[in-house]
């Protein structure tokens, strides 16, 4: 009877390990396959932000190509042109007895046309870099970048800001005047709003733009709308400058941007 008690409970025991052991091997089992899916889901989150910032840096690139063909185009067709007359205007000058009205004529035309020249060239520089930009700050460049817009009258820009730039990075300002350009020409050309409103203000310890446009707008789902090369060059700046971009609009209800930075 002692000898059948013995061997019931070591087979008890023997089951309960046995039980013990295929709990364990089961917890070890589920805890392996959520390990694992844990990480495939980081490694595909993570081959996402790679493919994003991917797709933001060849923003960058192409636009930066389409401004250098842009400036080198500018300075062959309008520069380059007029330098070239005013050089043959200048060997003109050595021509052998030239009349009073030619000799005017001649200089007349060799002032207007370095006058036009430089004109131009200043107005590569400003697009590179606004002067008003590296000399007064961002809030100087903004004001003057709304009233180039408002004074085409076909749009009115309300600007207001309750930051103090001052002691921000000049880089990161450059970004920001970018950013709003490109909205700004957006809204009119795209968006044939009439109406602009950018708010900056400095919530906690987090700056914020608020960018507003009363215009057509767009369905903010459609993903060709989210694909174009202005929009990826946006946020590629907005990136640049360690921040966050939400967009909202809808058809006929203007966009609203949120920039924080």
Not at 49 to 78: P, W
Not at 115 to 132: E, G, M
Not at 217 to 242: A, C, H, P, T, Y
Request: hydrophobic share 40%; net charge negative.
């Amino acid at each position: 009877m002692n000898s059948n008690f013995e061997t019931e409970i070591k087979s008890l025991i023997f089951y309960v390990f046995s039980g013990f052991l295929l709990m364990a091997i089961v917890i070890v089992i589920f805890f392996y396959k959520s390990r694992k899916k844990i990480i495939e889901k980081e490694l595909e989150k993570k081959d996402l932000e790679i493919n994003h910032q991917k797709l933001l840096l060849r923003a960058v690139i192409i636009t930066q190509e389409e401004e250098r063909k842009r400036i080198a185009q500018d300075l062959h067709d309008d520069i380059s042109s007029k330098l070239n007359i005013v050089s043959l205007n200048s060997h003109l000058l050595k021509t052998p007895n030239l009349s009073e009205s030619e000799l005017l004529e001649i200089t007349d035309n060799i002032i207007n046309l370095t006058t036009k020249a430089l004109d131009n060239s200043r107005a590569i520089a400003h697009d590179l870099l606004p002067p008003v930009l590296e000399k007064f700050g961002l809030n100087a460049a903004i004001e003057e970048l709304c009233l180039e817009f408002n004074t085409a009258k076909s749009v009115q820009v309300n600007y207001k800001s309750n930051i103090d730039f001052k002691n921000y990075q000049s880089d990161k300002e450059l970004h920001i005047f970018r950013i709003l350009q490109e909205l700004m020409n957006n809204s009119l050309r795209h968006g044939k709003a009439t109406i602009i409103t950018i708010l900056f203000d400095k919530i906690d310890e987090t700056f914020v733009c608020e960018y507003k446009d009363n215009g057509v707008g767009f369905d903010i789902n459609n993903l060709e709308n989210q694909k174009g090369l202005g929009m990826k060059n946006i946020e590629s700046r907005v990136s640049f400058i360690n921040g966050t971009i939400e967009f909202s609009s809808e058809k006929n209800k203007g966009i609203t941007v949120i920039i924080n930075f």
